[in-house]
């Protein structure tokens, strides 16, 4: 399969609309391209840590996926983040910009290589792991609006939404990895965890 | 009374009080006074259940919670770290469920050792960061440097254990720090908050450096010591 190919066609409409739309949908437009660039980067850089390391395709997306692809994804909205200052708002919907476009892209790879005739695999594929991109993009926001009130705790602040947002995508990545019962528990679990997110962000703000 | 009198009775009752919570625990789960031979992979297994389960709650709770305290931020950065120390956990227990094996660094590392970035931020944001060093401050980061040099020396992974120790040290001497402060009237409720840090860094310690049923109590002490941690905190900042 051809990612760049794909990556090209998914991007040059975005490209070409980017300059016509103004300020809050510019800024998602651009977010959204560069959680696609990001995600295949992160292609590259797990197919080059997987010839590096010698390990099988199984262990790569447990020990090494998580950590590359959530690198990557958090470094556009660092240095929004440290540059720009943006409000929380803004910053939000750049996360989850950045959550979208990612997992749009990877979607968009899997069915490619894997077939859409399937409409259960399709909705597993993106109820799952498009979910749990989103999920991780949305964490990655949330922390950054709590760093940005003490801007001084930006750099240990990252570092640990980065540990946060590696493991749960490990986690996710380990169950999906074992067949059975545990898989589809896996394939649960970004949806429970957006279910619970939004009731828990829902009580917040009520209490 | 004296700060040392305080600090050292601060510290006999926290570890009494973990060494209590603990003796409960076994107590009435029938562990110990059934006399039989205690599985370790059964007992660790039970232990970090528990653990994950604790931390989840606490986390969650300390989050609805910080609304009510007078520093919400630091509380949130605590809720964090106990959260993320517990899908770490979590992580390492699927891996260890499901493969078979423990892993050897894994993702569990990286929320373990992440998780006390959260702590220290929470440490700065208490306002520890303004005031003088002491002498004891150095004193405990130097220690954990210490031991975890002679662990790599022991058993190797020297980078593995770097990582580990960098953030511990910082904590130990944001600790101490801390601990010195509380001498300010200003400070004086967040002693026991510090003396906790101190405590769950001393069984984190331990548990690198023991094996077996040890290693399970001291990680049963060090749960009860983050739990402590919380407790404190909420207390230390609440109105």
């Not at chain 1, 090209?8 to 975005?14: A, H, R, Y």
Request: proline content about 3%; overall charge positive.
């Amino acid at each position: 399969m051809y990612a760049e190919n794909l990556f090209l066609c998914i991007i040059m409409p975005l490209i070409v609309a980017f300059p016509s739309v103004k300020s809050e949908s510019r800024r998602f437009l651009g977010f959204l391209i560069s959680g696609i660039c990001v995600c295949l980067l992160s292609a590259y850089t797990n197919s080059f840590f997987m010839a590096v390391s010698g390990l099988s395709y199984d262990d790569t997306a447990v020990f090494i996926t998580p950590v590359c692809e959530e690198i990557l994804k958090l470094l556009p909205l660092l240095f929004y983040f440290l540059v720009f200052e943006p409000s929380p708002d803004s910053l939000f919907s750049s996360a989850v910009a950045v959550g979208v476009g990612f997992a749009t892209f990877e979607n968009c790879c899997y069915l490619l290589s894997s077939g859409a005739g399937n409409i259960s695999f399709v909705l597993i594929r993106g109820l799952s792991a498009g979910v749990m991109h989103t999920i991780c993009a949305l964490a990655a926001g949330y922390g950054l609006i709590y760093i940005s009130k003490v801007k001084q705790m930006a750099a240990i602040g990252a570092l640990g939404i980065l540990a946060l947002t590696v493991t749960y995508h490990a986690v996710f990545n380990l169950l999906v990895s074992v067949e059975g019962i545990t898989r589809y528990v896996g394939f649960a679990l970004p949806l429970a965890t957006a279910l619970c997110w939004f009731a828990f962000i829902k009580k917040i703000k009520v209490s | 009374m004296n700060i040392n009198k305080k600090i050292t009775g601060s510290c006999v009752l926290n570890l009494a009080l973990d060494c209590n919570i603990l003796y409960v625990i076994f107590t009435k789960t029938n562990i110990i006074l059934k006399g039989s031979v205690i599985d370790f992979f059964v007992l660790e297994t039970v232990v970090t259940v528990i653990q994950i389960i604790s931390f989840f709650t606490l986390g969650f709770w300390l989050v609805i919670k910080s609304k009510d305290t007078k520093n919400p931020i630091a509380v949130c950065f605590l809720a964090m770290r106990i959260m993320c120390f517990a899908l770490g956990s979590l992580y390492y227990e699927l891996f260890y469920l499901l493969k078979k094996a423990p892993p050897y660094v894994s993702a569990a590392d990286v929320a373990w050792i992440g998780s006390f970035y959260f702590i220290i931020a929470s440490c700065y944001l208490l306002g520890i960061k303004s005031h003088k060093t002491p002498f004891y401050a150095y004193f405990f980061a130097g220690a954990i440097v210490v031991v975890m040099l002679i662990i790599s020396l022991l058993y190797g992974h020297f980078i593995l254990n770097l990582l580990w120790a960098i953030p511990m040290a910082v904590l130990a001497k944001c600790a101490g720090e801390g601990v010195y402060i509380s001498k300010n009237e200003e400070y004086k409720r967040l002693l026991p908050f510090f003396i906790s840090i101190i405590m769950s860094l001393f069984y984190e310690l331990m548990m690198f450096l023991s094996l077996g049923m040890v290693y399970v109590i001291f990680d049963a002490l060090w749960t009860v010591g983050i739990i402590s941690t919380v407790l404190t905190l909420y207390k230390g900042v609440g109105d």
